[in-house]
């Protein structure tokens, strides 16, 4: 099969066209012919590498991952030959007592494709059946790709650790990545009013249309103080970041009190201040939160299905254009996901 893989890490000249043979797969496993994958911040990591982390290299990076099944393993019952599918994208051990909870990503072996195994910038990929979910015929392969890992980490921060209620404000940081713009619409869909902040006036009216009651340029405008006049010096009741280090004593300052700080990543740096004082003082909770249930991908595809969340994709490229979509999102260049076809 053809597929992409990393040898050494470096810029986006180590994401090298290769063909290999095609995976073998299981009793228990299920073999996909890809239709689609989608770019991630986290495959640009495993390109670029991170300090003290090791990848099993060389990797077919790609985290997302839809299509049709190409073959299953003789103890595999609930898809066949043929059937359209997406990817559950954490493999995680399924006897553990969080795996049997239901809370898989919670398991010890959890694990990512594209990270710590082979992922989906491939013809094909092999994976566990219990990751292999049926896809509404309404939703895309395309729309698949692209909502799958971010809506999954977004309804977790949401739905399950922020638990939003209705008629709180919510702040969604950076409206203009993929799991920002899934933020925005679950957030709203939970009966919030969503503030969003992003980058350009172009990218706001975008934030608008996905359902953010006002969206702030942080280039132009002070996202504290903006904050403060909106809820009348209030704060907001969640913050919802994955930026990290260089807004962290803004978003601490921003809540109100018993507030919920929820936070999936730091793309801008992991050594965050925090300041005691607003945490004890305002009596707030600052909450982790790392992808999401394989159960919640069932609601997350049902809804996509039915329309009310909308997956947000700004281009579909070839997957031969691979260099091409991890300079865009590396640059900042999209409003949502970068997807990618079989070339």
Known sequence: MKCIRIHEHGG??????????TPTIGSADVLVQVKATSINHLDLWV???????TFPLPLIPGVDAAGVVAEVGDTVHHVKTGDRVVVAQGISCGHCKHCLDGN??????????????????????????????????????????????????????????????????VLVIGASSGVGSAGIQI???????????????????KAQELGADVVINHKTENVLERIRMLTDRKGVEVVFDHVGASIWEQNIKMLAK????????????????????????????????????????????????QGKLKPVIDRVLLLSEVRLAHQIVEEGRHFGKIVLVPS
């Not at 390109?47 to 982390?53: I, K, N, T």
């Not at 910038?121 to 059946?129: C, E, L, R, T, Y």
């Not at 925090?274 to 069932?298: A, E, H, N, P």
């Open 12 to 21: 986006v000249e180590k994401l090298v066209e290769e063909t290999i043979p």
């Open 47 to 53: 390109r670029q590498g991170l300090p003290g982390v």
């Open 258 to 305: 018993g507030g919920r700080l929820v936070t999936c990543g730091a793309t801008s740096g992991y050594d965050a201040r925090t300041d005691l004082r607003y945490v004890f003082y305002k009596q707030l909770q600052i909450l982790g939160s790392t992808m999401g249930r394989k159960g919640d991908l069932i609601t997350i595809m049902n809804l996509i299905g």
């Open 104 to 169: 898989d990503n919670l398991c010890k072996e959890y694990r990512l494709i594209g990270e710590h195994r082979d992922g989906a910038d491939a013809d094909f990929i092999a994976v566990p059946a219990r990751n292999i979910q049926r896809l509404p015929q309404s939703v895309s392969f395309e729309a698949a790709a692209a909502s799958a890992l971010v809506f999954l980490t977004a309804w977790q921060m949401l739905v399950d650790k922020a638990r939003v209620k209705q008629t709180e404000d």
């Open 187 to 205: 957030a709203k869909m939970l009966g919030a009013r969503v503030f969003a902040t992003t980058s350009s006036e172009e990218k706001a009216a």
